[in-house]
Protein backbone atom coordinates (compact mmCIF):
# COMPACT_ATOMS: atom_id res chain seq x y z
CA UNK A 1 0.00 0.00 0.00
CA UNK A 2 2.78 2.45 0.88
CA UNK A 3 4.15 1.79 -2.24
CA UNK A 4 1.59 2.51 -4.47
CA UNK A 5 0.93 5.71 -2.02
CA UNK A 6 4.01 7.25 -2.94
CA UNK A 7 4.04 6.22 -7.00
CA UNK A 8 0.65 7.70 -7.10
CA UNK A 9 2.18 11.01 -5.29
CA UNK A 10 4.49 11.36 -7.14
CA UNK A 11 2.92 10.86 -10.49
CA UNK A 12 0.55 13.48 -9.36
CA UNK A 13 3.10 15.98 -8.48
CA UNK A 14 4.99 15.00 -12.07
CA UNK A 15 1.83 15.71 -13.86
CA UNK A 16 0.99 18.84 -12.13
CA UNK A 17 4.67 20.46 -12.56
CA UNK A 18 4.61 19.40 -16.46
CA UNK A 19 1.42 20.80 -17.26
CA UNK A 20 2.38 24.33 -15.35
CA UNK A 21 5.95 23.70 -16.62
CA UNK A 22 5.96 25.50 -19.80
CA UNK A 23 3.50 28.51 -19.49
CA UNK A 24 4.48 29.87 -16.21
CA UNK A 25 8.55 29.55 -17.28
CA UNK A 26 7.75 31.52 -20.53
CA UNK A 27 5.70 33.87 -18.63
CA UNK A 28 8.51 34.60 -16.43
CA UNK A 29 10.74 34.79 -19.51
CA UNK A 30 8.62 37.09 -20.33
CA UNK A 31 8.78 39.45 -16.88
CA UNK A 32 12.54 39.97 -17.37
CA UNK A 33 12.64 40.51 -20.89
CA UNK A 34 10.00 42.94 -21.53
CA UNK A 35 10.31 46.49 -22.19
CA UNK A 36 7.25 47.91 -20.72
CA UNK A 37 6.82 48.92 -17.29
CA UNK A 38 3.48 48.69 -15.51
CA UNK A 39 2.37 51.61 -14.06
CA UNK A 40 2.56 50.64 -10.17
CA UNK A 41 5.95 49.78 -11.09
CA UNK A 42 6.51 53.32 -12.46
CA UNK A 43 5.08 54.98 -9.06
CA UNK A 44 7.62 52.60 -6.91
CA UNK A 45 10.23 53.66 -9.60
CA UNK A 46 9.53 57.42 -8.85
CA UNK A 47 9.16 56.79 -4.99
CA UNK A 48 12.69 55.00 -4.67
CA UNK A 49 14.47 57.26 -7.20
CA UNK A 50 15.25 54.43 -9.87
CA UNK A 51 15.57 55.32 -13.74
CA UNK A 52 14.20 51.95 -14.43
CA UNK A 53 15.44 51.91 -18.44
CA UNK A 54 19.25 52.38 -17.00
CA UNK A 55 21.65 49.31 -17.06
CA UNK A 56 24.18 48.09 -14.54
CA UNK A 57 27.27 46.40 -14.30
CA UNK A 58 27.76 43.74 -12.05
CA UNK A 59 29.21 45.79 -9.48
CA UNK A 60 26.71 47.82 -9.85
CA UNK A 61 24.03 45.24 -9.15
CA UNK A 62 25.95 43.69 -6.52
CA UNK A 63 26.07 47.34 -4.70
CA UNK A 64 22.35 47.27 -4.86
CA UNK A 65 21.57 43.69 -3.78
CA UNK A 66 24.02 44.52 -0.74
CA UNK A 67 22.36 47.48 0.19
CA UNK A 68 18.89 46.22 -0.01
CA UNK A 69 19.80 43.43 2.22
CA UNK A 70 21.20 45.45 4.64
CA UNK A 71 18.64 47.65 5.34
CA UNK A 72 16.14 44.90 5.37
CA UNK A 73 18.32 43.09 8.14
CA UNK A 74 18.44 46.52 10.16
CA UNK A 75 14.76 46.73 9.64
CA UNK A 76 13.54 43.65 10.87
CA UNK A 77 15.93 43.74 13.68
CA UNK A 78 14.82 46.60 15.06
CA UNK A 79 10.92 45.23 14.17
CA UNK A 80 11.71 42.42 16.63
CA UNK A 81 13.36 43.97 18.98
CA UNK A 82 10.23 46.35 19.57
CA UNK A 83 7.40 44.26 18.68
CA UNK A 84 5.59 45.02 22.42
CA UNK A 85 5.46 48.37 21.08
CA UNK A 86 3.43 46.94 17.70
CA UNK A 87 -0.64 46.64 17.34
CA UNK A 88 -1.62 43.26 17.53
CA UNK A 89 1.20 41.90 19.50
CA UNK A 90 -1.06 39.79 21.88
CA UNK A 91 1.50 40.60 24.83
CA UNK A 92 4.66 38.85 23.49
CA UNK A 93 8.02 40.18 25.05
CA UNK A 94 11.05 41.68 22.69
CA UNK A 95 13.30 38.73 21.24
CA UNK A 96 16.50 39.12 23.12
CA UNK A 97 19.16 40.22 21.08
CA UNK A 98 20.81 37.36 19.60
CA UNK A 99 18.02 35.49 18.68
CA UNK A 100 16.33 38.83 17.02
CA UNK A 101 19.81 38.69 15.00
CA UNK A 102 20.04 35.43 14.67
CA UNK A 103 15.91 35.52 13.53
CA UNK A 104 16.89 38.32 11.23
CA UNK A 105 19.55 37.12 9.55
CA UNK A 106 17.61 33.86 8.67
CA UNK A 107 14.70 35.18 7.20
CA UNK A 108 16.93 38.05 5.09
CA UNK A 109 19.06 35.15 3.81
CA UNK A 110 15.95 32.82 2.62
CA UNK A 111 17.03 30.77 5.54
CA UNK A 112 13.98 31.18 7.65
CA UNK A 113 15.83 29.14 10.57
CA UNK A 114 13.93 29.29 13.48
CA UNK A 115 15.24 29.07 17.00
CA UNK A 116 12.08 29.87 19.22
CA UNK A 117 8.26 28.89 18.60
CA UNK A 118 6.48 31.19 16.53
CA UNK A 119 2.98 30.92 18.61
CA UNK A 120 4.36 31.67 21.51
CA UNK A 121 6.98 34.47 20.96
CA UNK A 122 5.86 36.60 17.86
CA UNK A 123 2.74 38.95 17.85
CA UNK A 124 0.61 39.08 14.24
CA UNK A 125 2.44 42.16 13.34
CA UNK A 126 6.24 41.52 13.77
CA UNK A 127 4.97 38.08 11.55
CA UNK A 128 3.11 39.43 8.75
CA UNK A 129 5.58 43.19 8.53
CA UNK A 130 8.98 41.36 9.55
CA UNK A 131 8.81 38.20 8.64
CA UNK A 132 6.40 37.34 5.52
CA UNK A 133 7.75 41.09 4.14
CA UNK A 134 10.82 38.98 3.68
CA UNK A 135 9.77 36.17 2.05
CA UNK A 136 8.77 38.08 -0.70
CA UNK A 137 11.94 40.17 -0.94
CA UNK A 138 14.67 37.37 -0.19
CA UNK A 139 12.82 35.14 -2.51
CA UNK A 140 12.89 37.87 -4.95
CA UNK A 141 16.91 38.92 -4.69
CA UNK A 142 17.29 35.35 -5.50
CA UNK A 143 15.41 35.30 -8.53
CA UNK A 144 17.54 38.29 -9.70
CA UNK A 145 20.56 36.87 -9.50
CA UNK A 146 19.66 34.25 -11.53
CA UNK A 147 18.25 36.48 -14.29
CA UNK A 148 21.76 38.63 -13.88
CA UNK A 149 24.07 35.38 -14.35
CA UNK A 150 21.28 34.05 -17.27
CA UNK A 151 21.91 37.62 -19.18
CA UNK A 152 25.38 37.45 -18.47
CA UNK A 153 25.18 34.30 -21.13
CA UNK A 154 23.13 35.91 -23.41
CA UNK A 155 24.76 39.63 -23.19
CA UNK A 156 27.25 40.58 -26.15
CA UNK A 157 30.11 42.10 -25.07
CA UNK A 158 27.95 44.43 -23.14
CA UNK A 159 29.46 43.98 -19.69
CA UNK A 160 25.80 44.89 -18.04
CA UNK A 161 23.70 42.96 -16.70
CA UNK A 162 19.97 44.42 -16.37
CA UNK A 163 18.77 47.03 -13.34
CA UNK A 164 18.43 45.25 -10.05
CA UNK A 165 15.48 47.47 -8.75
CA UNK A 166 13.32 46.55 -12.10
CA UNK A 167 13.71 42.78 -11.67
CA UNK A 168 13.07 42.86 -7.59
CA UNK A 169 10.51 45.16 -8.62
CA UNK A 170 8.75 43.24 -11.06
CA UNK A 171 9.47 39.75 -9.01
CA UNK A 172 7.48 40.62 -5.94
CA UNK A 173 4.34 42.59 -8.47
CA UNK A 174 4.45 40.40 -11.56
CA UNK A 175 5.41 36.95 -10.34
CA UNK A 176 4.89 36.76 -6.34
CA UNK A 177 2.52 38.37 -5.28
CA UNK A 178 -0.10 37.08 -7.20
CA UNK A 179 0.53 33.62 -7.22
CA UNK A 180 0.64 33.90 -3.38
CA UNK A 181 -2.91 35.63 -3.57
CA UNK A 182 -3.97 32.07 -5.83
CA UNK A 183 -2.09 29.68 -3.37
CA UNK A 184 -3.23 31.54 -0.35
CA UNK A 185 -6.91 30.86 -1.72
CA UNK A 186 -6.03 27.23 -2.74
CA UNK A 187 -4.93 26.39 0.94
CA UNK A 188 -7.72 28.52 2.37
CA UNK A 189 -10.05 26.28 0.51
CA UNK A 190 -8.19 23.19 2.30
CA UNK A 191 -8.44 24.26 5.47
CA UNK A 192 -5.12 26.13 6.36
CA UNK A 193 -6.89 29.17 8.89
CA UNK A 194 -6.64 32.78 8.25
CA UNK A 195 -8.05 35.04 11.09
CA UNK A 196 -7.10 37.90 13.67
CA UNK A 197 -8.02 36.22 16.56
CA UNK A 198 -6.65 36.26 20.20
CA UNK A 199 -5.85 32.28 21.32
CA UNK A 200 -8.58 30.97 22.31
CA UNK A 201 -8.76 29.22 26.07
CA UNK A 202 -10.47 25.66 26.03
CA UNK A 203 -11.09 22.94 28.56
CA UNK A 204 -10.28 19.74 26.95
CA UNK A 205 -11.89 16.17 27.72
CA UNK A 206 -9.19 15.15 30.43
CA UNK A 207 -10.43 18.75 32.25
CA UNK A 208 -7.12 20.89 31.45
CA UNK A 209 -6.65 24.24 30.34
CA UNK A 210 -5.63 24.46 26.71
CA UNK A 211 -4.78 27.56 24.62
CA UNK A 212 -5.69 27.31 20.93
CA UNK A 213 -3.89 29.62 18.77
CA UNK A 214 -5.03 31.60 15.79
CA UNK A 215 -3.35 33.88 13.16
CA UNK A 216 -2.98 35.35 9.23
CA UNK A 217 -1.54 31.95 8.55
CA UNK A 218 -2.91 30.81 5.04
CA UNK A 219 -0.98 34.06 3.55
CA UNK A 220 1.84 33.47 5.31
CA UNK A 221 1.98 29.49 4.13
CA UNK A 222 1.88 30.69 0.85
CA UNK A 223 4.65 33.06 0.33
CA UNK A 224 6.68 30.06 2.42
CA UNK A 225 6.30 28.03 0.51
CA UNK A 226 6.30 29.60 -3.23
CA UNK A 227 9.09 31.70 -1.72
CA UNK A 228 11.28 28.18 -0.70
CA UNK A 229 11.60 30.17 2.87
CA UNK A 230 10.14 27.60 4.75
CA UNK A 231 9.48 29.61 8.43
CA UNK A 232 6.58 27.98 9.76
CA UNK A 233 4.12 30.29 11.67
CA UNK A 234 3.73 28.02 14.23
CA UNK A 235 6.68 25.92 16.13
CA UNK A 236 5.49 22.38 14.39
CA UNK A 237 5.54 24.56 11.07
CA UNK A 238 4.03 21.65 8.60
CA UNK A 239 3.09 19.30 10.88
CA UNK A 240 0.67 21.69 12.37
CA UNK A 241 -2.84 20.76 11.45
CA UNK A 242 -3.29 24.59 11.07
CA UNK A 243 -0.68 25.07 8.39
CA UNK A 244 -1.36 21.45 6.75
CA UNK A 245 -4.42 19.96 7.30
CA UNK A 246 -4.78 16.72 5.18
CA UNK A 247 -2.79 14.83 2.61
CA UNK A 248 -3.90 16.87 -0.10
CA UNK A 249 -2.87 20.30 1.35
CA UNK A 250 0.12 18.50 1.82
CA UNK A 251 0.52 17.53 -1.67
CA UNK A 252 -0.11 20.85 -2.88
CA UNK A 253 2.45 22.82 -0.64
CA UNK A 254 4.92 20.26 -2.16
CA UNK A 255 3.76 21.37 -5.58
CA UNK A 256 4.36 24.80 -4.32
CA UNK A 257 7.56 24.52 -3.08
CA UNK A 258 8.97 23.05 -6.61
CA UNK A 259 6.69 25.67 -8.60
CA UNK A 260 9.17 28.06 -9.47
CA UNK A 261 12.57 26.59 -9.29
CA UNK A 262 11.44 23.60 -11.58
CA UNK A 263 9.79 26.50 -14.05
CA UNK A 264 12.54 28.51 -13.91
CA UNK A 265 14.70 25.63 -16.29
CA UNK A 266 11.47 26.67 -18.89
CA UNK A 267 12.44 30.66 -18.31
CA UNK A 268 16.56 29.29 -18.50
CA UNK A 269 15.55 27.49 -22.27
CA UNK A 270 13.85 29.94 -23.18
CA UNK A 271 15.86 33.37 -22.72
CA UNK A 272 19.06 31.73 -23.66
CA UNK A 273 16.90 30.75 -27.22
CA UNK A 274 17.47 27.16 -27.19
CA UNK A 275 14.73 24.99 -25.02
CA UNK A 276 16.99 21.80 -25.06
CA UNK A 277 19.15 23.55 -23.11
CA UNK A 278 16.98 24.09 -19.92
CA UNK A 279 15.81 20.36 -20.62
CA UNK A 280 18.93 19.00 -20.00
CA UNK A 281 19.27 21.08 -16.87
CA UNK A 282 16.02 19.40 -15.97
CA UNK A 283 16.96 16.28 -16.72
CA UNK A 284 19.79 16.26 -14.21
CA UNK A 285 17.93 18.08 -11.26
CA UNK A 286 14.95 15.74 -11.79
CA UNK A 287 16.64 12.47 -11.89
CA UNK A 288 18.89 13.86 -8.08
CA UNK A 289 15.11 14.71 -6.76
CA UNK A 290 14.34 11.04 -7.78
CA UNK A 291 16.44 8.81 -5.93
CA UNK A 292 17.07 11.07 -3.14
CA UNK A 293 12.67 10.60 -3.06
CA UNK A 294 12.80 6.91 -3.68
CA UNK A 295 16.15 6.67 -1.14
CA UNK A 296 14.53 8.13 1.70
CA UNK A 297 11.01 6.07 1.43
CA UNK A 298 13.12 3.41 1.40
CA UNK A 299 14.84 4.23 4.26
CA UNK A 300 11.62 5.04 6.50
CA UNK A 301 10.13 2.07 5.43
CA UNK A 302 12.91 -0.02 7.23
CA UNK A 303 11.42 -2.12 9.74
CA UNK A 304 14.72 -3.03 12.13
CA UNK A 305 13.92 -2.96 15.81
CA UNK A 306 10.62 -4.23 18.02
CA UNK A 307 9.11 -0.86 17.44
CA UNK A 308 8.91 -0.40 13.38
CA UNK A 309 8.49 -3.73 13.14
CA UNK A 310 5.10 -3.33 14.83
CA UNK A 311 4.14 -0.28 13.41
CA UNK A 312 5.22 -1.79 9.59
CA UNK A 313 7.77 1.36 9.14
CA UNK A 314 9.83 3.78 11.10
CA UNK A 315 6.71 5.96 12.22
CA UNK A 316 8.22 8.09 14.68
CA UNK A 317 8.09 11.79 14.67
CA UNK A 318 5.57 11.59 11.32
CA UNK A 319 2.07 12.83 11.43
CA UNK A 320 0.05 9.77 10.41
CA UNK A 321 -1.99 11.68 8.21
CA UNK A 322 0.78 11.56 5.98
CA UNK A 323 2.55 8.32 5.95
CA UNK A 324 6.23 7.63 4.70
CA UNK A 325 4.79 8.31 0.84
CA UNK A 326 4.13 12.07 1.96
CA UNK A 327 6.77 12.27 5.15
CA UNK A 328 9.39 11.33 2.63
CA UNK A 329 7.86 13.47 -0.60
CA UNK A 330 7.94 16.78 1.54
CA UNK A 331 11.42 15.96 3.12
CA UNK A 332 13.12 15.19 -0.32
CA UNK A 333 11.69 18.80 -1.42
CA UNK A 334 12.11 21.00 1.04
CA UNK A 335 16.08 20.38 1.34
CA UNK A 336 15.94 19.38 -2.29
CA UNK A 337 14.91 23.33 -2.70
CA UNK A 338 16.15 25.80 -0.09
CA UNK A 339 12.64 25.47 1.78
CA UNK A 340 13.66 24.19 4.66
CA UNK A 341 9.63 23.34 6.19
CA UNK A 342 9.35 20.38 7.51
CA UNK A 343 5.80 18.24 8.09
CA UNK A 344 7.86 15.36 10.30
CA UNK A 345 10.67 15.37 12.83
CA UNK A 346 13.66 14.65 10.70
CA UNK A 347 15.42 14.14 14.30
CA UNK A 348 13.47 11.08 14.30
CA UNK A 349 13.94 9.47 10.95
CA UNK A 350 16.34 6.90 10.70
CA UNK A 351 20.05 7.32 10.73
CA UNK A 352 20.04 6.87 6.78
CA UNK A 353 17.48 8.14 6.04
CA UNK A 354 18.73 11.21 8.08
CA UNK A 355 21.35 11.91 6.02
CA UNK A 356 19.47 12.18 2.74
CA UNK A 357 18.21 15.55 3.98
CA UNK A 358 21.44 16.66 5.00
CA UNK A 359 22.75 15.16 1.27
CA UNK A 360 20.21 17.08 -0.53
CA UNK A 361 21.72 19.95 1.13
CA UNK A 362 25.19 19.52 0.72
CA UNK A 363 24.65 19.09 -2.94
CA UNK A 364 24.20 22.94 -2.94
CA UNK A 365 20.09 22.75 -3.16
CA UNK A 366 20.65 22.05 -6.96
CA UNK A 367 17.81 19.56 -7.04
CA UNK A 368 15.91 21.63 -7.96
CA UNK A 369 17.24 24.31 -5.32
CA UNK A 370 15.41 27.28 -4.01
CA UNK A 371 13.85 30.10 -5.80
CA UNK A 372 16.87 31.12 -8.56
CA UNK A 373 19.87 29.99 -6.03
CA UNK A 374 19.03 26.28 -7.15
CA UNK A 375 19.63 27.47 -10.81
CA UNK A 376 22.48 29.32 -10.33
CA UNK A 377 23.93 26.70 -8.15
CA UNK A 378 23.42 24.18 -10.99
CA UNK A 379 24.50 26.33 -14.03
CA UNK A 380 28.08 26.55 -11.57
CA UNK A 381 28.31 23.21 -11.46
CA UNK A 382 27.83 22.87 -15.62
CA UNK A 383 30.53 25.42 -16.20
CA UNK A 384 32.54 22.67 -13.84
CA UNK A 385 31.36 20.13 -16.02
CA UNK A 386 31.87 21.49 -19.32
CA UNK A 387 35.28 22.69 -18.40
CA UNK A 388 36.06 18.90 -16.97
CA UNK A 389 34.80 17.46 -20.04
CA UNK A 390 36.27 19.75 -22.63
CA UNK A 391 39.68 18.99 -20.93
CA UNK A 392 39.05 15.29 -21.07
CA UNK A 393 38.40 15.04 -24.94
CA UNK A 394 40.66 17.95 -26.07
CA UNK A 395 37.74 21.04 -26.91
CA UNK A 396 36.96 23.99 -26.28
CA UNK A 397 35.35 24.91 -23.13
CA UNK A 398 32.24 26.79 -23.48
CA UNK A 399 29.01 27.05 -22.40
CA UNK A 400 25.87 28.46 -23.65
CA UNK A 401 27.99 30.61 -26.43
CA UNK A 402 30.18 31.77 -23.56
CA UNK A 403 34.21 30.58 -23.82
CA UNK A 404 34.83 29.02 -19.96
CA UNK A 405 38.44 30.53 -18.98
CA UNK A 406 40.25 30.54 -16.21
CA UNK A 407 38.66 33.77 -14.69
CA UNK A 408 35.38 31.81 -15.03
CA UNK A 409 37.01 28.87 -12.83
CA UNK A 410 38.65 30.83 -10.57
CA UNK A 411 34.91 31.97 -9.67
CA UNK A 412 33.24 28.73 -9.96
CA UNK A 413 36.04 27.26 -7.34
CA UNK A 414 35.50 29.90 -4.81
CA UNK A 415 31.68 29.31 -5.13
CA UNK A 416 32.14 25.28 -4.25
CA UNK A 417 34.21 26.26 -1.59
CA UNK A 418 32.32 28.39 0.30
CA UNK A 419 29.61 26.05 1.89
CA UNK A 420 32.17 23.46 2.66
CA UNK A 421 34.18 25.95 4.51
CA UNK A 422 31.19 27.31 6.91
CA UNK A 423 30.10 24.02 7.56
CA UNK A 424 32.67 21.96 7.95
CA UNK A 425 34.42 25.37 10.05
CA UNK A 426 31.72 26.14 11.68
CA UNK A 427 31.77 22.94 13.26
CA UNK A 428 35.20 22.99 14.18
CA UNK A 429 35.18 26.04 15.45
CA UNK A 430 32.10 25.45 17.36
CA UNK A 431 33.65 22.29 19.30
CA UNK A 432 37.22 23.61 19.41
CA UNK A 433 37.25 26.84 21.81
CA UNK A 434 36.06 26.03 25.36
CA UNK A 435 33.21 27.91 26.36
CA UNK A 436 31.42 27.18 22.96
CA UNK A 437 32.19 23.74 22.98
CA UNK A 438 30.20 23.01 26.25
CA UNK A 439 27.25 25.31 25.33
CA UNK A 440 27.26 23.42 21.77
CA UNK A 441 27.30 19.75 23.37
CA UNK A 442 24.58 20.62 25.90
CA UNK A 443 22.82 21.83 23.28
CA UNK A 444 22.03 18.06 21.98
CA UNK A 445 19.08 15.92 22.51
CA UNK A 446 21.23 12.69 21.82
CA UNK A 447 24.96 12.14 22.73
CA UNK A 448 27.49 9.88 20.15
CA UNK A 449 27.25 9.69 16.37
CA UNK A 450 23.56 11.18 16.46
CA UNK A 451 24.51 14.00 18.89
CA UNK A 452 27.07 14.71 15.70
CA UNK A 453 24.70 14.49 12.92
CA UNK A 454 22.80 17.14 14.65
CA UNK A 455 25.16 19.33 14.80
CA UNK A 456 26.10 18.87 11.41
CA UNK A 457 22.85 19.02 9.89
CA UNK A 458 22.22 23.02 11.82
CA UNK A 459 25.51 24.06 10.36
CA UNK A 460 24.42 22.45 6.47
CA UNK A 461 21.04 24.08 7.03
CA UNK A 462 21.99 27.60 8.08
CA UNK A 463 25.44 27.78 5.62
CA UNK A 464 22.98 26.54 2.60
CA UNK A 465 19.88 28.74 3.54
CA UNK A 466 17.43 25.92 4.18
CA UNK A 467 16.37 26.50 7.63
CA UNK A 468 14.96 22.89 8.10
CA UNK A 469 16.52 21.48 11.93
CA UNK A 470 16.59 17.89 13.16
CA UNK A 471 14.95 19.21 15.62
CA UNK A 472 16.92 17.28 18.41
CA UNK A 473 18.89 21.03 19.13
CA UNK A 474 18.37 23.27 21.13
CA UNK A 475 19.79 26.38 19.12
CA UNK A 476 18.38 29.09 20.86
CA UNK A 477 21.69 29.70 22.87
CA UNK A 478 23.91 32.88 22.63
CA UNK A 479 26.56 30.92 20.75
CA UNK A 480 24.68 28.97 18.17
CA UNK A 481 22.60 31.76 17.45
CA UNK A 482 25.32 34.13 16.47
CA UNK A 483 27.66 31.53 14.83
CA UNK A 484 24.56 29.97 12.84
CA UNK A 485 23.49 34.01 12.08
CA UNK A 486 27.37 34.60 10.34
CA UNK A 487 27.13 31.29 8.52
CA UNK A 488 23.68 32.39 7.03
CA UNK A 489 24.77 35.63 6.18
CA UNK A 490 27.98 34.57 4.44
CA UNK A 491 26.80 31.56 3.16
CA UNK A 492 23.81 33.65 1.18
CA UNK A 493 26.19 36.51 -0.07
CA UNK A 494 29.19 35.17 0.00
CA UNK A 495 27.98 32.85 -3.25
CA UNK A 496 26.34 35.88 -4.56
CA UNK A 497 29.28 37.91 -5.14
CA UNK A 498 30.69 35.29 -6.83
CA UNK A 499 27.80 34.91 -9.48
CA UNK A 500 27.64 37.95 -10.16
CA UNK A 501 31.36 38.59 -11.20
CA UNK A 502 31.30 35.76 -13.03
CA UNK A 503 27.76 36.85 -14.67
CA UNK A 504 29.59 40.24 -15.11
CA UNK A 505 32.90 38.12 -16.78
CA UNK A 506 30.65 36.62 -18.84
CA UNK A 507 28.57 39.89 -20.25
CA UNK A 508 31.69 41.31 -21.29
CA UNK A 509 33.18 38.60 -23.33
CA UNK A 510 31.60 37.98 -26.64
CA UNK A 511 29.75 35.04 -28.06
CA UNK A 512 31.81 32.33 -29.38
CA UNK A 513 30.40 30.85 -32.74
CA UNK A 514 29.14 26.85 -32.10
CA UNK A 515 31.30 24.51 -34.31
CA UNK A 516 32.00 20.87 -33.82
CA UNK A 517 35.12 21.36 -31.78
CA UNK A 518 32.35 22.10 -28.59
CA UNK A 519 31.47 19.89 -26.37
CA UNK A 520 27.54 19.57 -26.88
CA UNK A 521 25.54 20.70 -24.12
CA UNK A 522 21.85 19.62 -24.27
CA UNK A 523 22.73 15.23 -24.71
CA UNK A 524 22.32 12.11 -22.23
CA UNK A 525 25.91 12.63 -21.86
CA UNK A 526 26.43 15.62 -20.98
CA UNK A 527 23.48 14.95 -17.97
CA UNK A 528 25.65 12.16 -16.72
CA UNK A 529 28.61 14.51 -16.43
CA UNK A 530 26.44 17.05 -15.10
CA UNK A 531 25.29 14.68 -12.62
CA UNK A 532 28.82 13.23 -11.70
CA UNK A 533 30.60 16.65 -10.77
CA UNK A 534 27.85 17.77 -8.39
CA UNK A 535 28.20 14.26 -7.05
CA UNK A 536 31.36 14.41 -7.12
CA UNK A 537 32.45 16.86 -5.23
CA UNK A 538 29.62 16.47 -2.63
CA UNK A 539 31.25 12.96 -1.68
CA UNK A 540 34.77 14.22 -1.97
CA UNK A 541 33.77 17.06 0.35
CA UNK A 542 31.72 15.34 3.36
CA UNK A 543 32.07 11.73 3.23
CA UNK A 544 34.59 12.00 5.78
CA UNK A 545 32.29 14.14 8.64
CA UNK A 546 29.18 11.72 7.36
CA UNK A 547 31.33 8.92 8.27
CA UNK A 548 31.62 9.91 11.79
CA UNK A 549 27.74 10.81 11.92
CA UNK A 550 24.89 9.26 9.80
CA UNK A 551 27.02 6.57 8.26
CA UNK A 552 28.13 5.30 11.79
CA UNK A 553 25.14 5.48 13.35
CA UNK A 554 23.48 3.60 10.70
CA UNK A 555 26.29 1.09 10.08
CA UNK A 556 26.23 0.36 13.40
Not at 118 to 145: D, R
Not at 333 to 350: E, I, L, P, R, Y
Request: hydrophobic share 50%; charged share 10%; proline share 5%.
Amino acid sequence: MGAWSAVAQFAALALVLGLLHKPLGDYMAHVYTSGRHLRVERAVYRVIGVNPDSVQTWRSYLRAVLGFSLVGLLVLYALLRLQQFLPASLGMDPMDPALSFNTAASFVTNTNWQAYSGESTLGYSAQMAGLAVQNFVSAAVGLCIVVALIRGFTAKASGTLGNFWVDLTRSIIRLLLPLAVLAALALLAGGVIQNFNDPLAVHTLTGQLQSIPGGPVASQEAIKLLGTNGGGFFNANSAHPFENPSPITNLAEIVLMLLIPFSLLRTLGTMLGSAKQGYAVLAAMGALFTVSFVLLALAEHSTAGSATAAAGAAMEGKEVRFGIPGTALFATTSTGTSTGAVNAAHDSFTALGGMLPMLNMMLGEIAPGGVGSGLYGMLIIAILAVFIGSLLIGRTAQLFGKKIGPTQIKLVALYILVTPALILGGLAVSLAIPGARESVLDSRANSGPHGLSELIYAFTSAANNNGSAFAGLSADTPWLNTALGLVMLIGRFAPIVLVLALAGSLAASAPVTEHESILPTHRPQFVGLLLGAGLLTTVLTYFPVLALGPLAEGLG
